[in-house]
């Protein structure tokens, strides 16, 4: 009995090769998080910084519960706060923005809440990870605290340079959590000034 190595040899790289498309497809119909949960964790940091970037990989996250994201790779090793946005004493609808944090002055993602029952949903997430302007010492990030024509406007979110002032007025970007469409979306400058936390101390 003659054996045919050569034959063999091909047969057993098919096989390996259908295995690899196989897994392939099986890899392409998972939604976009799974996909990354189940990548080793330095592929995950890649996915991490480009998030910025990807529509559809942010809204894997989007409508999902806060705890959701809390216990996700995305967030996990970061730190959490949060601050409320609320319309008035009566409404039974409360917003919120989380800020996921890598050190205590230096907020990574801006997270969109909306508070439904008894849990919070992720409506939209503002990534400030490759935000060149918060690069600088003398700029500060600040929210609840922002005034808009003289009133306070607690979905304003502002860039603003730092000066020994009891208002900031130097304003280099601004967002809205805007409750009625539910996004952050960035807006004019005119106008804004934010509260300095700061001054008098």
Not at 132 to 143: A, H, Q
Request: proline share 2%.
């Amino acid at each position: 009995m003659v054996i045919n190595f050569k034959f063999i040899r091909k047969s057993i790289l098919f096989i390996l090769f259908s295995i690899l498309l196989l897994n392939c497809n099986v890899e392409e119909k998972k939604k976009p998080h799974e996909a990354v949960n189940n990548a080793p964790k330095a592929i995950r940091k890649v996915f991490v910084k480009n998030l910025i970037g990807n529509d559809s990989l942010k809204e894997a996250f989007i409508q999902k519960e806060l705890n959701y994201l809390r216990s996700n790779p995305f967030f996990k090793s970061l730190q959490y706060s949060s601050t409320g946005i609320h319309i008035d004493t009566d409404s039974k609808i409360n917003y919120s923005l989380g800020y996921f944090n890598s050190t205590s002055d230096k907020t990574d993602f801006l997270i969109f809440l909306k508070k439904n029952k008894d849990s919070k949903i992720c409506l939209d997430i503002l990534s400030l990870k490759d935000e060149k302007l918060l690069k600088n010492d003398n700029n500060r990030l600040s929210s609840f605290f922002c005034y808009k024509d003289g009133k306070q406007d607690e979905e304003i979110i502002a860039i603003a340079e730092y000066e020994e002032e009891e208002f900031l007025t130097k304003i280099l970007k601004a967002w809205r959590a805007d409750r009625k469409t539910e996004k952050i979306i960035e807006i004019p400058v005119d106008g804004i000034k934010v509260e300095n936390m700061d001054y008098g101390f």
